[in-house]
């Protein structure tokens, strides 16, 4: 009987909390990542369709995690490049972005919404407090989320060598989709 009566309590203390939360909780697991370098010589194009995030609704808390070497280019050089000597994802192989969107999310009312996601920024093993301009849309409780923002090599620490100054450009632009849908 003692047995029966602590899974209960286990079950009503940790799991039941949950339930109430779930309600608030979405996913998103293809995120479609884009990154663009505009440089004298070359521009550089990158997409990851394999980006994951989870997005609280009730308290705006917000993960996103792309794996680096999910980023897909045009040709297999670059690929190899970024990878192995800019971005280094054997040892720092996601980049992620864990914080808050200020703005209050009424699921229930349909529209666009200009946001702020405010958080650290984690690539290359490098932390950087950031706010990030996005758009939420909200349809019949599916969310979308669209952003586009820049990410300066040096805040990261991802260094271009001087010799290829006109092949990689400084500030790499980024853009974010994620199609939300409840857990």
């Known amino acids: 009987m003692q047995t029966k009566i602590k899974i209960l309590l286990f079950f009503l203390l940790v ?3 949950w339930v109430g939360i779930a309600q608030y909780l ?15 010589i070359e521009n550089i194009h990158a997409v990851s ?20 070497r999910t980023f897909q280019f045009r040709k297999a050089k670059m690929q190899e490049h970024f990878n ?3 971005m280094e994802s054997v040892k720092y192989p996601t980049a992620t972005f864990k914080g808050k969107i200020r703005e209050k999310i009424n699921v229930s009312e349909n529209g666009e919404y200009p ?4 958080g650290i920024l984690d690539i290359h093993g490098v932390k950087e407090n ?4 996005a758009k939420l849309n909200i349809q019949n409780g599916n969310m979308k989320l669209q952003s586009k ?9 991802i ?22 849908v409840k857990m």
Not at 50 to 63: D, H, P, Q, R
Not at 115 to 118: C, D
Not at 130 to 133: C, L
Not at 149 to 157: P, Q, S
């Open 130 to 133: 950031r706010e990030i301009p």
């Open 115 to 118: 946001v702020t996601l405010r």
């Open 159 to 180: 260094e271009i060598p001087k010799i290829l100054w006109k092949n990689i450009a400084e500030v790499v632009r980024v853009k974010v989709n994620a199609n939300y």
């Open 15 to 17: 799991i039941m909390p």
């Open 26 to 40: 979405y996913k998103s697991t293809q995120i479609e990542t884009d990154f663009f370098s505009s440089a004298p």
């Open 149 to 157: 923002f820049d990410v300066a090599c040096k805040d990261h620490d």
């Open 84 to 86: 192995e000597n800019f």
């Open 49 to 68: 369709k394999k980006g994951k995030s989870v997005l609280n609704a009730e308290t705006g808390e917000v993960l996103f995690e792309v794996r680096i």
